[in-house]
């Protein structure tokens, strides 16, 4: 049995059908309420058990996840709830995949046991990471990388306060890079009315320095490495340097303002979450530059496929047991491979140029 929590969200749809994709079965499709999500969806997964659970509530969620070799949690907000859930299905002896993050994950990477336990498992982080550590797998030695990631999607409350927690956590330094081999305080600045390839306007770059880019940043052994948060829209920008200092003092009012302002410059327009990953180094004797372009219609759906890609690989025995971030799993390519070749609504390529070159392509186009 493999049981979804909040499998009836728009991240937890997009993971019911990548694993019913998959052939993974049978499902147990659990949240607070699922009987109008049954009556509504019921029809594509018909063999799929439909459960109220509580993750709050111990015995409800211990029934839930007594009987599943893997549980995927997709309910949120995740900082409150996901090491909870990953905690009972320890002890009850089933590997645990979260699409989101909770700092009680780092108490339990120091737990003995013989599960698989995979967190930040979503689009970002999670995705984010790996995709750099897979195009690696192409040189024989990686010197530098750009990363920029960006979306135009409207935040739900548990997705504004999760994205929130991030922005604010210590684990998170903005403006900061990896200059020289090592981290670089104040390294970098706000860029406003950016130009971006995909991007269909401009955008305003927020830099970031996270956990999970240290990480990466370590594991390439890269001298020079940057990322970027891409904001399209003019209301997120406007209020986000507000909205991450009330978030302190007035959790409610903060989410609600940032969740206001994603529906405002989402409204009228189309959708999408972008990745654009350029690295630079050597193969075979020679520089060379490749740059990872996906394309997805939202960032839920594209946590949907992730978290539900990593428990296909948990299911395959791809995953070593122990408690770890998605990001740091050691085959980035079970993942990626999946998919990349999986049939969902995304856009996969790997192009043998720069991002500058390939903005200049993009606009001779239009």
Same mark, same amino acid.
């Given at each position: 049995?493999?049981? @979804?929590?909040?499998?009836?969200?728009?991240?937890?749809?997009?993971?019911?059908?990548?694993?019913?994709?998959?052939? %993974?079965?049978?499902?147990?499709? +659990?949240?607070?309420?699922?009987?109008?999500? *049954?009556?509504?969806?019921? $029809?594509?997964?018909?063999?799929?058990?439909?459960?109220? /659970?509580?993750?709050?509530?111990?015995?409800?969620?211990?029934?839930?996840?007594?009987? &599943?070799?893997?549980?995927?949690? &997709?309910?949120?907000?995740?900082?409150?709830?996901?090491?909870?859930?990953?905690?009972? &299905?320890?002890? !009850?002896?089933? $590997?645990?995949?979260?699409?989101?993050?909770?700092?009680?994950?780092?108490?339990?990477?120091?737990?003995? $046991?013989?599960?698989?336990?995979?967190?930040?498992?979503?689009?970002?982080?999670?995705?984010?990471?790996?995709?750099?550590?897979?195009?690696?797998?192409?040189? #024989?030695?990686? #010197?530098?990388?750009?990363?920029?990631?960006?979306? !135009?999607?409207?935040?739900?409350?548990?997705?504004?306060?999760?994205?929130? /927690?991030?922005?604010?956590?210590?684990?998170?330094?903005?403006?900061?890079?990896?200059?020289? =081999?090592? *981290? =670089?305080?104040?390294?970098?600045? *706000?860029?406003? %009315?950016?130009?971006?390839?995909?991007?269909?306007?401009?955008?305003?770059?927020?830099?970031?320095?996270?956990?999970?880019?240290?990480? /990466?940043?370590?594991?390439?052994?890269?001298?020079? +490495?940057?990322?970027?948060?891409?904001? #399209?829209?003019?209301?997120?920008?406007?209020?986000?340097?507000?909205? =991450?200092?009330?978030?302190?003092?007035?959790? +409610?009012?903060?989410? %609600?303002? !940032?969740?206001?302002?994603?529906?405002?410059?989402?409204?009228?327009?189309?959708?999408?979450?972008?990745?654009?990953?350029?690295?630079?180094?050597? %193969?075979?004797?020679?520089?060379?530059?490749?740059?990872?372009?996906?394309?997805?219609? =939202?960032?839920?759906?594209?946590?949907?496929?992730?978290?539900?890609?990593?428990?296909?690989?948990?299911?395959?025995?791809?995953?070593?047991?122990?408690?770890?971030?998605?990001?740091?799993?050691?085959?980035?390519?079970?993942? @990626?491979? *999946?998919?990349?070749?999986?049939?969902?609504?995304?856009?996969?390529?790997?192009?043998?140029?720069?991002?500058?070159?390939? !903005?200049?392509?993009?606009?001779?186009?239009?």
């Amino acid at each position: 049995m493999i049981g @979804i929590i909040g499998g009836y969200g728009e991240v937890g749809l997009s993971a019911v059908n990548m694993l019913y994709q998959w052939g %993974k079965q049978p499902l147990r499709i +659990g949240g607070r309420n699922p009987d109008p999500a *049954r009556i509504v969806h019921g $029809h594509k997964w018909p063999q799929a058990e439909w459960v109220n /659970v509580t993750i709050e509530d111990d015995e409800s969620l211990e029934s839930f996840v007594r009987g &599943c070799v893997v549980v995927v949690n &997709c309910a949120g907000p995740s900082h409150q709830t996901s090491a909870r859930v990953a905690a009972m &299905c320890m002890s !009850l002896g089933c $590997h645990h995949v979260d699409a989101g993050v909770d700092p009680r994950f780092e108490q339990l990477r120091e737990t003995e $046991h013989n599960k698989v336990v995979l967190y930040a498992a979503g689009a970002t982080p999670g995705l984010s990471g790996l995709l750099p550590r897979w195009l690696a797998e192409s040189f #024989d030695r990686v #010197d530098a990388l750009r990363y920029y990631t960006g979306a !135009l999607d409207k935040f739900t409350f548990s997705a504004a306060e999760d994205y929130l /927690v991030g922005v604010v956590s210590e684990d998170n330094e903005p403006m900061a890079a990896w200059k020289n =081999s090592s *981290r =670089s305080s104040s390294a970098l600045n *706000r860029k406003t %009315k950016a130009t971006l390839p995909f991007f269909t306007r401009e955008v305003t770059l927020y830099p970031y320095f996270d956990q999970e880019a240290a990480f /990466v940043a370590a594991s390439l052994s890269l001298r020079d +490495g940057e990322w970027y948060l891409a904001i #399209d829209g003019e209301h997120v920008p406007n209020v986000l340097e507000e909205v =991450s200092a009330q978030f302190l003092v007035d959790r +409610g009012h903060a989410i %609600k303002r !940032l969740c206001t302002a994603t529906e405002l410059d989402a409204a009228g327009r189309q959708q999408y979450v972008n990745f654009i990953v350029q690295l630079s180094g050597v %193969k075979d004797g020679l520089d060379i530059v490749r740059t990872i372009v996906l394309q997805a219609q =939202s960032s839920s759906q594209l946590t949907g496929w992730t978290v539900a890609t990593a428990a296909i690989a948990v299911l395959e025995g791809e995953i070593p047991v122990g408690v770890r971030p998605l990001a740091e799993i050691s085959q980035p390519h079970s993942i @990626i491979d *999946r998919i990349s070749h999986s049939a969902i609504h995304a856009q996969f390529n790997v192009l043998e140029c720069s991002i500058d070159d390939l !903005l200049q392509t993009v606009e001779g186009e239009l």
